[in-house]
């Protein structure tokens, strides 16, 4: 068993499945029912009894679930690459209730913590990180919105490391969207396809690289292992590892209630 799995399943406390993506950018991935909601703070205890995938290939594990109103995305991973795409970009969660691949509604987050606030990945801290920007997208790019991180305009997204591991949540009204909340107008029982597009902003990674800042337009120093297990070498100053581009569909159908 590699170190980065070994860590990353004494850390996920939650019951997980494995699966080996062999090149396929498109999985099914159950979302499961749960009764109470899910509190979005970067904070995994409500994952706890619910069951989630670990995708080996990418070594990130993804929930999900939903109950009347939302639908909630968990994904930890411990590449600090993911980070450095995220803060040189964004991660845009696209949602086409059709079950196609349509990228005509999503929600982007923009930022990602800056290196100075990022603990040495060796050590237990744990820092919460306020997304930089929230935005509701469509198929026209001009159409972008931003919105609070909070939940007030319907969606809602919150970060946090822990002992060298990325945790994001984000969650989606199922309503319909209305003047002042945004939703997806789905119900539970009906399919959806998800579509996870991390993303690099080439101009600020171009400005990055002009700066000197570590891990932009080279390759970092940086590894993943360590002493006990621990997920990586140190980050002095800035973040290992070149930024990666991730695509992947994820197809679900939304959990009914159990009987």
């Known amino acids: 068993m590699s170190r980065v799995r070994e860590s990353l399943l004494l850390l996920f406390t939650m019951a997980s499945a494995p699966v080996l993506l062999a090149g396929c950018k498109q999985l099914d991935i159950d979302t499961v029912w749960t009764d109470d909601p899910i509190i ?16 080996e290939e990418k070594k990130v594990l993804i929930g999900l679930s939903n109950d009347s109103d939302n639908i909630y995305i968990l994904l930890r991973f411990g590449d600090p690459s993911w980070i450095q795409t995220m803060r040189m970009g964004s991660l845009t969660v696209w949602l ?13 987050y923009y930022g990602g913590p800056e290196p100075a606030g990022i603990p040495d990945r060796r050590s237990p801290g744990d820092i919460q990180i306020i ?8 198929k026209n790019p001009d159409m972008e919105v931003s919105i609070p991180t909070d939940g007030s305009k319907g969606p809602a997204a919150a970060f946090r490391i822990t002992s060298g591991i990325y945790t994001c ?17 789905a119900e539970p029982g009906q399919v959806l396809m998800l579509g996870l ?17 570590p891990g932009a337009g080279r390759s970092g120093g940086g590894m993943i292992g360590g002493r006990g297990g621990s997920m990586g070498g140190r980050m002095p100053g800035g973040m290992s590892g070149m930024p990666k581009e991730q695509k992947l569909w994820i197809n679900t159908v939304l959990a009914v209630p159990p009987q």
């Open 40 to 55: 979005v703070d970067g904070v995994t205890t409500e994952w706890s009894d619910l069951e989630t995938t670990y995708l």
């Open 96 to 108: 086409d209730k059709a079950g196609k691949k349509r990228e005509e509604l999503g929600i982007r």
């Open 131 to 138: 997304p930089t920007r929230l935005t509701v997208v469509t």
């Open 169 to 185: 949540e984000i969650s989606i009204p199922l309503l319909d969207e209305t003047e002042d909340v945004y939703g997806i107008d």
């Open 197 to 213: 597009d991390l993303k690099v902003n080439r101009e600020r990674l171009a400005q990055a690289g002009q700066r000197g800042v």
